[in-house]
């Protein structure tokens, strides 16, 4: 069992609807991460949060927005997508920023559909 | 330029035996830390193993070892006596910096098909 738990693992929802990925970490870990993973393309970091502070934005559309209340839990508020932003959603998290020896653990992602 | 390469789409590999999947990183850091993730059909990414770029000795755990070869800038992952739950993408990846994980990069992966 996974220490990363995201919900859901599957949404369909159209390009006017607005959703939200969830996702919590029970490692006790301080970072937590959003990334996106496209069919054929390397896995994109979108998001960054270190102790709920926002430490990377790579560039990301608007229409995804990032929120993290606390070291726990974070979620990706979505609106307006394209069907091009049908991927897989990965939440990681991580001991810190700070740790030469830690590595990232994963979700188990959600398949974000859009039509 | 690429910080991750992986050349090998897909590999086959007979049940039981070894397999060796290919990876290759680019960096000017002195200071980087090298993963190997598995990726089954389900989505998760499970972390398997590190190297540190100033370990000396290769990282094992269990069935994995990476074989790194510093100055070729090469970390392959070596799974031994492969089973049939071996069976999926594998992911390199690369964390420039000793403190950093913002600069963290996947390669394209490879899909690992073991044979009965």
């Known amino acids: 069992e996974t220490g990363v738990t995201q919900t859901p693992r599957h949404l369909v929802m159209g390009m006017t609807n607005k959703k939200s990925l969830k996702c919590e970490q029970h490692?006790?870990?301080?970072?937590m991460y959003w990334y996106k993973q496209s069919a054929k393309k390397p896995l994109e970091l979108m998001f960054v949060y270190n102790f709920k502070e926002q430490t990377e934005n790579n560039s990301v559309p608007s229409r995804f927005s990032p929120e993290c209340p606390n070291s726990s839990h974070l979620f990706l508020h979505l609106h307006t997508l394209q069907p091009e932003d049908s991927a897989l959603y990965l939440c990681a998290s991580s001991q810190g920023l700070t740790d030469s020896g830690n590595t990232i653990y994963f979700g188990e992602g959600s398949w974000l559909t859009v039509v | 330029a690429q910080k991750i390469t992986q050349t090998q789409p897909g590999m086959f590999v007979q049940e039981k035996e070894a397999v060796t999947l290919d990876c290759t990183y680019d960096t000017s850091d002195q200071s980087y830390g090298l993963f190997w993730y598995k990726q089954p059909s389900s989505g998760e990414m499970i972390f398997l193993i590190y190297?540190?770029?100033?370990?000396?000795q290769n990282a094992t755990e269990g069935r994995y070892s990476l074989n790194f070869q510093k100055a070729r800038k090469s970390a392959n992952l070596v799974i031994s006596a492969s089973q049939l739950g071996d069976s999926a993408m594998y992911f390199c990846a690369m964390r420039e910096g000793l403190v950093n994980f913002n600069k963290f990069y996947f390669g394209s992966g490879t899909k690992l098909n073991v044979k009965p």
């Open positions: 490692l006790g870990h301080n970072a």
């Open positions: 190297q540190g770029s100033y370990d000396e």
